[in-house]
């Protein structure tokens, strides 16, 4: 295998959780491609069988495989981490990235949808890092956990989602202390604006409206999967040995302004439309 990362990770067991699509199946593939053992989550068996095809054309000689439930299900998240154990012994990072979002304004958010998005970005968050801490329990254990930026700018039409994420955050900072002493380190990654995910689309379902939020990013581009798998091999490595509680934006400069006038400006598009 040719080595395509600067960090290697040979030898040692990833699982990401959420790992199938988008932003966290980009993680676990460059995980793969550093040398790490990666195991992928998430409830439709379809797309862990699929995420694993690719990890394993990203890194032949490594044991890759997928388990399959719902964050919000204790049992199943247990019987998940169980087959991990199995398989993987201990874990060496843990990367969270479970989440849930559609928008909607807050008076026409049903009860049940605001539960739904609490249930899996921070219950589940809460279920998959409490379930796995037995396998994390030494040092150089690492926990990644994927954010938003809702967690700390509010935005029109994500009320449930920046409740959640703040929560999440919170949960980060606050297991950072808890779990230092025994050497594991927790920290969360915030992604800014990253092109070709599912969030994204649906919050900037055209191309104008995806430059308009690129124009808004000091940087002047919408991020990409890559930008988000780096600062995870980062956080996840011996370079970030003395790094922990942090919340970590890989946006850009969004959240230094960019990222509230921007989402003012889909969410007043979005009710005009109907979207």
């Known amino acids: 295998m040719q080595q395509t990362s600067l960090i290697n990770y040979q030898g040692q067991n990833v699982v990401v959780v959420g790992g199938t699509s988008g932003i966290n199946l980009c993680i676990a593939i460059e995980f793969a491609k550093a040398g790490a053992n990666v195991a992928v989550a998430s409830r439709s068996q379809d797309k862990v069988d699929a995420a694993v095809a ?78 796995a801490y037995p396998l994390m329990r030494r040092p150089q254990g690492n926990i990644i956990q994927i954010s938003a930026p809702q967690a700390s700018i509010a935005m029109p039409m994500q009320a449930h989602v920046c409740a959640a994420k703040a929560g999440v ?13 025994e050497g594991i380190r927790i920290n969360s990654i915030v992604p800014g604006p990253i092109s070709d995910t599912e969030g994204f689309n649906r919050l900037a379902p055209s191309e104008a409206l995806q430059q308009q939020v690129a124009n808004s990013v000091p940087l002047k581009r919408n991020g990409v999967g890559q930008d988000i798998a780096n600062a995870a091999l980062f956080l996840g490595s011996q370079y970030a040995s003395y790094i922990t509680g942090v919340v970590l934006p890989v946006d850009g400069g969004w959240s230094l302004g960019g990222a509230s006038a921007a989402m003012t400006t889909l969410s007043d598009i979005a009710q005009k439309t109907g979207h």
């Open 169 to 181: 955050d919170m949960l980060t900072r606050t297991l950072a202390i808890e779990w230092g002493c």
């Open 54 to 131: 690719q990890l394993k054309q990203a890194h032949p000689e490594g044991l890759h495989f997928g388990v399959s439930f719902d964050v919000r299900d204790l049992a199943a998240v247990e019987q998940g981490f169980d087959n991990i154990a199995k398989a993987f012994g201990l874990i060496d990072v843990l990367v969270s990235g479970a989440a849930g979002n559609f928008p909607a304004t807050a008076a026409k958010l049903s009860a049940n949808g605001f539960k739904s998005v609490m249930d899996i970005d921070l219950l589940g968050s809460f279920q998959v890092l409490k379930t």
